[in-house]
């Protein structure tokens, strides 16, 4: 098993955090710097991403995800979809420390790599379920769902769609090409009764040079 790296360790180099990161995060801040080194370290060692994407952890990945946590409230249960790496829900239960936060994740490694980052982190409102977020049904239920490049916005509201309280809601990290997804949940979003999709563009306060887009669609 790979340990987890040594504060003052020697490390990548790991990209600089944008000018407003400190702030955003407050208090945070120094468990958010923890977890880009594991990113950089293990996170690449075990296979959770790619060796190029450090030069960018900040703007493509944490931050990128972070944002979300903008329309999660405080006494949210989050259900974070193929959490894989722990994004978003990582950096959402860095923002949100009275938000629970539920990584959904299906692959052993995966979740023993999760297993030990939020140990390291000390994120007391995070607990790991491996499994696939459709075998969760009658087992969990969530007012958020939370997912970032996992499936189509239709296999996405299919999975979660029993698992979401009434007045939960699906918040999806999507790309450029989010409008033609939509278009095709249209008739889904009709036959299960949900709110008429909202897509959110969050640059964090000027933090990202180029924005998030969440996509927000509510259960009625």
Not at 96 to 125: C, F, Q, T, Y
Not at 180 to 195: H, Q
């Amino acid at each position: 098993m790979t340990d987890l790296p040594e504060t003052g360790s020697e490390l990548p180099e790991i990209e600089t955090p944008p000018v407003g990161t400190e702030e955003y995060f407050g208090a945070a801040f120094p468990a958010a710097q923890r977890y880009a080194e594991h990113l950089a370290t293990t996170g690449i060692e075990w296979g959770l991403i790619g060796p190029r994407e450090v030069d960018r952890l900040w703007t493509r990945h944490i931050l990128n995800c972070a944002v979300v946590a903008e329309y999660v409230g405080e006494s949210d249960v989050v259900g974070d979809v193929g959490s894989g790496a722990g994004l978003p829900g990582i950096p959402i239960a860095l923002l949100r420390p009275d938000a629970k936060i539920v990584l959904i994740e299906p692959m052993e490694r995966r979740v023993e790599w999760l297993s030990m980052v939020v140990d390291d982190l000390g994120l007391e409102n995070v607990r790991i379920v491996r499994a696939r977020v459709e075998e969760l049904v009658d087992e969990e239920m969530f007012t958020v769902v939370t997912a970032r490049a996992v499936k189509a916005m239709t296999t996405l509201i299919e999975w979660t769609r029993e698992v979401i309280s009434p007045g939960g809601r699906i918040l999806a990290l999507k790309g450029a090409s989010v409008e033609g997804e939509l278009v095709k949940a249209k008739k889904l979003i009709k036959r299960y009764r949900l709110s008429q999709p909202k897509i959110h563009v969050v640059d964090g306060g000027g933090i990202l040079e180029v924005p998030s887009r969440v996509v927000e669609i509510v259960k009625k």
